[in-house]
C-alpha cells in the first residue's frame, strides 16, 4: 500500500511563492509517475501538474505553465511543486497522486493512490 503526504499549503498574498511537497512510502518510489491536483468546490478536482519516473517528462495544466514547477527527488521519495506568482484563482486544496506508471496521464480517475491534501489560499 502507498502512502502519500503532502505538506507545505498555507495562506500567501498574490504574487507570493509557496513550495509544497509530498512524501511517499510504502513502495517502489521510482515504479510510479507522481502529479498534483487542485480541488475547489467550483472546479472539482483538476490536474496541475505531473512528473514521470526520472523527471524526464513533466506536465503542466495551461492555467499554471510558467509559474509552477514540479520535480521530484528519487533518493528522498518525495516530489515538489514551486509555485510562483500566485494568484486568488490557485486557491485549492492541493492532491498529489501516484500512478503505478512511466507515464503520465491527466485523468484523476486513473490514478492509483492520492494524499490527504493541503490547503493553498492565496488572498487578494
Known amino acids: 500500500q502507498v502512502q502519500l503526504v503532502e505538506s507545505g499549503g498555507g495562506l500567501v498574498q498574490a504574487g507570493d511563492s509557496l513550495s509544497l511537497s509530498c512524501a511517499f512510502a510504502?513502495?517502489?518510489?521510482?515504479?510510479?509517475?507522481i502529479s498534483w491536483f487542485r480541488q475547489t468546490p467550483r472546479e472539482g478536482r483538476q490536474f496541475v501538474a505531473g512528473?514521470?519516473?526520472?523527471?524526464?517528462?513533466?506536465l503542466y495544466a495551461d492555467s499554471v505553465k510558467g509559474r509552477f514547477t514540479i520535480s521530484r527527488d528519487n533518493a528522498k521519495n518525495t516530489v515538489f511543486l514551486q509555485m510562483t506568482d500566485l494568484k486568488p484563482e490557485d486557491t485549492a486544496v492541493y492532491y498529489c497522486?501516484?500512478?503505478?506508471?512511466?507515464?503520465?496521464?491527466?485523468?484523476?480517475?486513473?490514478?492509483?493512490?492520492w494524499g490527504q491534501g493541503t490547503q493553498v489560499t492565496v488572498s487578494s
Open positions: 510504502g513502495r517502489t518510489f521510482i515504479s510510479y509517475s
Open positions: 497522486a501516484a500512478l503505478l506508471s512511466t507515464v503520465v496521464v491527466f485523468g484523476a480517475e486513473d490514478y492509483d493512490y
Open positions: 512528473i514521470n519516473w526520472n523527471g524526464g517528462t513533466t
